[in-house]
């Protein structure tokens, strides 16, 4: 299990990564774009894959990690439910997730 705090943290240990309110949740940003969302109340992190990287992080059946429903989700958006999530699947995922990001 992966507490809201925990991913807070992992999301702001990347260089230049800022925080800012995004609806109900929390964005996480680098080079002004979106990387993750966190929703404190939900305990999920939303995370942008491109749909090639997002086919790798969530395996079919997935009640972890598995594409956001709808067009959001053919976009690369990913939830992962962090009661659920292993502190090593949260930090992989943001990392790659930063990375896209931050290449661009």
């Not at 702001?12 to 990387?35: C, D, M, W």
């Amino acid at each position: 299990m992966v507490t809201t705090a925990d991913a807070k943290i992992l999301a702001l240990s990347f260089p230049g990564t800022g925080e800012q309110p995004h609806f109900n949740r929390t964005a996480f940003t680098v080079k002004k774009k979106i990387f993750a969302t966190l929703s404190e109340q939900d305990q999920t992190l939303n995370l942008k894959f491109t749909p090639a990287e997002q086919f790798i992080f969530c395996p079919p059946g997935s009640d972890v990690i598995h594409p956001v429903a709808g067009g959001w989700g053919r976009q690369g958006w990913t939830t992962i439910h962090l009661s659920r999530a292993t502190k090593k699947l949260v930090a992989e995922a943001l990392k790659e997730a930063y990375r896209l990001r931050a290449q661009k």
